[in-house]
């Protein structure tokens, strides 16, 4: 198996190295061992800190195992190239990276090292950097097709890296690391954070219409001990969670340092967005309440808060709150909650914002479609760079009136190894992987049933020709000729995943066919044996 692990590496590589090629770039082989000096100059050595494999050599001058490379292909290309008719250039490696990971991960997410493809990017100015940056953008999703993924590339929010373009590539997968929403039906994707949700006809007013409350009971006070948690308040009380309102206290501050408290509130079946608050509430500062907090104030009871609490500055609630008549709520008494709590009637709201998080099922943004939040694994991340290592590592070029500029750098990084992993978690099902044709580690998987019988020696003789047949039309073939059972061979078949298996057994032998089967849908057809270009170009198998 890790034989066949490898070749379907080799296969991504291979896919990797066309597609960066054909968007301009040239490949390149940069050391591992990097000297430290490089990272000091750039301030990356502290950045890194412990997760940076470090030595010394024998004259104990101090190197790095690349982590990445941006600090020695800066250095290169500075000491390479010093003219604006030498730009742009874009230079990518395809090699191993290392990290001393605080907790590694077996397989193929988070190890200590891993297969990576690094692209940089040197450009005159910001524009040529934004039409370079295109290319690879384009070029990042050519590879992902190819590979089968279903994927969504992730603009990252503005601010956490400083206004440069930055975009993270996400594969749909159970086993990914991080949450994040997209649509199903365009291309609409972003973080957890960032993600909104189409703008129900409410949103956009400062006040939603509020519901006729009128109808409502007068506020109930139930006994709920040791419940401060939605789901155990729902079951105890017969009530869906999103008839549960969620209230969230937080400190806030003002330019001017004038402190209050706030209290937001979300419907039961939803998370606040912290993000969405801050932004909601901005320039004023925003912390939800810690256990400090709470022991300050007594009125604000943990686990039982009530958006009809006493002493509080202000209410802020997501639109979604306007959509019931009655909530259930802490009763802001330890143990206590409040049944038919009317909005409008028994608590006010200063403010509404989204500030709910985004669910599966709720409306894109963007289309008619809806969205998923899912669990992705990052395999690809590109960056527009700027100067930042162009100028500590002079990298500097004159232009034609013979002044001095920075190169304007991008850095583009795909995980191979992590593609892989995305790969078998979209193309398997229970009986086991389902190769892309692309992909695959064998174009064909053929199987011998030579049995026990007189035909036995005929049987293995017409499989090995037809074994040598197919190489000869350049077809990859897993031979299987191993003295088993017929269940065991087909089960292992299916269980490696070549995209075409074609079975060859007395009774088959005796007619002249070959018995084929497509392993993704399982369609099963019989070709004659001797057509063997017919064979050599089964649906499904790549042509090579
Ligand atoms: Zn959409």
Redesign the pocket.
């Known amino acids: 198996m890790a034989a066949l692990g490898h070749r379907v590496l080799r296969a991504v590589e291979e896919i990797v190295r066309e597609e960066m090629t054909a968007a301009g770039a040239q490949e390149v082989l940069l050391p591992v061992v990097q000297p430290l000096e490089l990272w000091e100059r750039s301030g990356r050595s502290d950045d890194y800190g412990p997760l940076m494999f470090r030595l010394r050599d024998r004259k104990d001058t101090a190197f790095a195992l690349a982590p990445t490379a941006e600090e020695v292909i800066t250095a290169t290309v500075a000491a390479d190239l010093s003219s604006y008719r030498d730009l742009p250039v874009n230079l990518f490696q395809i090699g191993w990276k290392y990290r001393d990971e605080l907790r590694p991960r077996f397989g193929l997410l988070r190890t200590r090292e891993f297969l990576m493809k690094d692209a940089y990017s040197f450009d005159a100015d910001v524009d040529g950097l934004r039409v370079t940056y295109q290319k690879m953008y384009d070029a990042y999703h050519r590879v992902f097709e190819r590979c089968g993924l279903t994927f969504r590339p992730v603009e990252a929010q503005a601010g956490e890296i400083g206004g440069d373009v930055n975009h993270e590539f996400m594969a749909v997968a159970a086993v990914g690391e991080d949450a994040f929403v997209w649509?199903r039906?365009?291309d609409?994707a972003a973080n957890v954070e960032a993600a909104r949700r189409r703008a129900s006809p409410t949103d956009g007013a400062d006040t939603p219409p509020m519901p006729d409350t009128s109808g409502v009971p007068e506020p109930e006070i139930v006994d709920t001990p040791d419940m401060p948690g939605i789901d155990a308040v729902a079951t105890h009380l017969h009530e869906p969670p999103d008839a549960l309102l969620k209230t969230m206290a937080f400190r806030m501050e003002s330019e001017e340092g004038d402190a209050g408290v706030g209290l937001a509130l979300v419907p039961g079946d939803r998370d606040l967005n912290e993000f969405a608050l801050a932004a909601a509430l901005a320039p004023r500062k925003v912390a939800l309440f810690g256990e400090d907090d709470f022991a300050a104030n007594p009125a604000l009871p943990v686990g039982f808060l009530g958006p009809h609490a006493e002493g509080v500055d202000l209410v802020v609630a997501d639109p979604g709150v306007a959509t019931r008549t009655e909530w259930v709520s802490g009763a802001n008494e330890t143990d206590h909650h409040v049944r038919h709590l009317a909005p409008g009637r028994d608590f006010t709201i200063h403010t509404w914002a989204e500030i709910a998080t985004v669910s599966t099922g709720d409306g894109?943004p963007?289309?008619d479609?809806e969205l998923s939040v899912d669990r992705g694994i990052e395999v690809g991340h590109t960056f527009q760079l700027g100067t930042k290592y162009s100028e500590a590592l002079d990298a500097r070029y004159l232009d034609e009136s013979g002044e001095s500029h920075p190169m304007v750098m991008g850095c583009y990084g795909i995980g191979l190894s992590r593609i892989v992993a995305a790969v078998v978690e979209e193309h398997h099902d229970d009986d086991g992987m389902v190769w892309p044709a692309d992909l695959a580690p064998y174009d064909v998987h053929l199987v011998a049933l030579p049995g026990k019988g007189d035909t036995a020696a005929a049987v293995s003789t017409a499989a090995d020709r037809l074994y040598a047949a197919l190489g000869d039309r350049g077809l990859s073939v897993l031979y299987d000729d191993r003295d088993a059972r017929p269940g065991v061979k087909f089960a292992d078949a299916d269980l490696v995943g070549m995209p075409v298996q074609l079975t060859l057994g007395a009774k088959g032998l005796e007619r002249g066919v070959v018995e084929r089967k497509i392993r993704a849908g399982g369609e099963r057809d019989e070709v004659a044996i001797d057509d063997v270009d017919a064979l050599a170009t089964p649906p499904g198998a790549k042509a090579t």
């Open positions: 649509c039906s365009c609409y894109c963007r289309c479609g």
